[in-house]
């Protein structure tokens, strides 16, 4: 990537925008903003364009303009949620960085990026674990391997948001005399009373995000001896596993990625479970972010056909 000059490299999803300037494996320069609905939402590639090219605008201008030795920016490299909803979106979002930014641009999905990053290129599996969750892998031929990621209304079942979830679920219950549970108290770093619970979710601007806030608080509990929480816990960590087993078949490398995997206590049940499972874990080599530079300075990968190229003068 040195011969190349520097990426701008973008992870832009639902909830956070993030920026870096990179030369080479080195960060000039970051921005952050906040995240847009996806690129399935009606104008989602200009809405994207705009909160990317708004957040560039952030960095400083020297360095978008030449790095330290003169050398241009040679291509722009964004891992967007939604890409999988609308290809057509995606591909117009990647010509419209090509030519605000004047470089080749490649528009991916978050997860495929995460996985490229994971991976470096390799096959693989990757289980991304947030507020949401999803298991991606690319086998041998490039093909793509996918489950959940369905979303907090269809799916996302094990992640942060179910987490967070039942844990305020057994809240409610254990006001309404079900088993008692230390996250009663742990909710009041919430709201003061249960009872304001559903009026707490209802005006939140997003449930979803708010629910997982919760889950951090679930796991410590957890780890502290809960058993209502340990239960949530080690329920997640099976549904995970059910997920990866899904998309690679109980067999191959898998990375866990993700907020959650932050987590010591819950990355080790959560390992545990998976090579009881039969799989060998891996560390990740890489991110998102690390996926998208990836696909901005290399083409022929492995995950090609997933990627939405736009300009001239790619590399090999």
Known sequence: MDALGMVLVADLGKSRCRLELRSGDEVLARADQHGFPGLGVTDGARLAFELLEDTAAMLPRELTAA?????????FGAAVAGVEASAESSRKL?????GRFGVPAAVLSDATAAQLGAMQGAPGTVLVVGTGAVAFRFDDGGQLHRADGWGPLLGDRGSGRWIGQRGLEAVVQAFDGGPETSLSAAAGALVEDPLLLPAWLGGSENPYRSMARFAP????????????????VDEACRILAGTVTRANGGHGRVAVLGGLASSVFFAGLLHKTLASAGMEVVEPLGDGMDGAALAATRRGLLQERYIHRDGTNWPD
Request: no cysteine; proline share 7%.
């Open 217 to 232: 608080l679930v796991l410590h509990a957890a780890q502290a001896g809960d058993a209502v929480a340990r239960g949530i």
């Open 94 to 98: 990647a010509s419209l960085l090509s």
């Open 67 to 75: 790095g330290p030795s003169g050398s241009p920016l040679s291509a």
